[in-house]
C-alpha cells in the first residue's frame, strides 16, 4: 500500500472493520510503502507478528517520474527473510532494494532522504539569492553550474 498520510495508514491498517491487518491470512505480506514514521512502522510489525501476518516499512524515492518506469528506490525496514520472500515484486519496480534494518528503519532512512532534499533546496535557494545580489543572470548561471 502507498497512502498519502500515516493517518491514512492508521485506518486503513487497524480500522476494526475494514482494516487490511484483520482480513489478512496467516503467513501473508503487509508492505508499506507511505512515508510515514518509524514508531507506526514499528506498531504496525509487532500487531502483524501477533496475527502471523508479516510486515515490510518499504517507502520509496523517486517520485511519479521512478514509478512509471520502474526506478524506484525502496528502503526497506523488517524481517530480512521477508525481504527476500518479497524481492522479485519490490525489484519489479525498483532499480534499488535496501535493507536498512528492523521494523522502521526504511521510515528512518526515508527521513535521511528527505533532510537531504531539503538541505539541497535551500542551497538552490541561497544560490539564487546570491545570483540576483550580485547581479548575475540567472539563467546563464543555472545553466552554467
Do not use: W
Not at 12 to 31: R, Y
Not at 58 to 72: E, F, H, M, T, Y
Request: glycine fraction near 10%.
Amino acid at each position: 500500500m502507498m497512502l498519502g498520510y500515516p493517518h491514512d495508514v492508521e485506518d486503513v491498517v487497524f480500522n476494526p472493520d475494514t482494516g487490511v491487518l484483520h482480513q489478512m491470512k496467516e503467513g501473508a505480506v503487509l508492505i508499506d510503502h507511505t512515508t510515514s514514521s518509524p514508531g507506526q512502522a514499528m506498531r504496525i510489525y509487532e500487531e502483524a507478528l501477533k496475527r502471523k501476518v508479516r510486515f515490510l516499512d518499504a517507502p520509496v524515492s523517486g517520485g511519479d517520474i521512478g514509478a512509471k518506469n520502474g526506478q524506484l528506490v525502496t528502503m526497506v525496514g523488517g524481517d530480512a527473510e521477508t525481504l527476500t520472500a518479497s524481492a522479485d515484486l519490490l525489484n519489479s519496480y525498483s532499480r534499488e532494494v535496501q535493507h536498512m534494518g528492523k521494523a522502521g528503519a526504511g521510515q528512518q532512512t526515508k527521513a535521511c532522504n528527505q533532510i537531504l532534499i531539503a538541505n539541497t533546496m535551500v542551497g538552490v535557494c541561497e544560490a539564487l539569492v546570491y545570483a540576483n545580489k550580485a547581479g548575475l543572470d540567472h539563467n546563464q548561471m543555472i545553466n552554467l553550474l
